[in-house]
Structures are given as C-alpha cells and as structure tokens.
Nanobody, 124 residues
Framework: VQLQASGGGLVQAGGSLRLSCAAS????????MGWFRQALGKEREFVAA???????YYADSVKGRFSVSKDRAKNSVYLQMNSLKPEDTALYYC???????????????????WGQGTLVTVSS
C-alpha cells in the first residue's frame, strides 16, 4: 500500500489548509489512519488520527483547530487545519496502522505504512 499526502503549502498565520492522504489501494487490514508532523530539528509528533470504524483523536496542541475526516470509498483521509500558527510549520505525514490499538494511536512505531510527507509553512 502506498500513501500519497498532498495539500501542503505556504499560508499566513490564522489561515487554513486541507491536507489529503490517498491510499493506492484499499487496505482491508488498516484500522487507523494517522497524521504526524516533523518540524526542522525536532522529532516526529502525533497530530491526529481517525479509525475506519469510529473514533477520532487529536494532540492537545491542535484540538479545536484541526479536524480529521475520512472517505472510505476513496481510500482517503483528510486533515482540515484552521487557525494555523507559525509553530504548525512542519512536514506532515500520513500513516496507516493495521495493529494499532487505541492506546498506541499517537505512537509512530505503531503504524505500518507512511506517505512521503507534505510541507506546511505558516508565516507570521
């Protein structure tokens, strides 16, 4: 399964972006799709996740500003990012997990497949 993330770009603080993640094929083993980000010089961190069955999860830093959604028919998930801040600047990755239990949702090591990343830059 290949994941393709897109939608990144340059936006001013307070603006919005919508990221998309499309899978090359339907992965029936996938339980959860996650969004992570990595800023320059920092470790990869959890942003949000959505389970194909039900349930969404957010990092405290993005709650109330970001929203994750899914379209099973299109094998795609989306990350709507509003009220962007300069500290949201990072390379954003989507990932798929087949064995990821709820308590592991925010752990990068619990995901099997990763997209190539899309760059989000928020200017002040």
């Amino acid at each position: 399964v290949q994941l393709q993330a897109s939608g990144g770009g340059l936006v001013q603080a307070g603006g919005s972006l919508r990221l998309s993640c499309a899978a090359s094929e339907r992965d029936y083993s996938s339980r959860v799709m996650g969004w992570f980000r990595q800023a320059l010089g920092k470790e990869r961190e959890f942003v949000a996740a959505i389970r194909w069955s039900a349930g969404t999860y957010y990092a405290d830093s993005v709650k109330g500003r970001f929203s994750v959604s899914k379209d099973r028919a299109k094998n795609s998930v989306y990350l709507q990012m509003n009220s962007l801040k300069p500290e949201d600047t990072a390379l954003y990755y989507c990932a798929s997990g087949s064995r990821t239990i709820v308590s592991q949702t925010s752990e990068p090591s619990a995901y099997d497949y990763w997209g190539q990343g899309t760059l989000v830059t928020v200017s002040s």
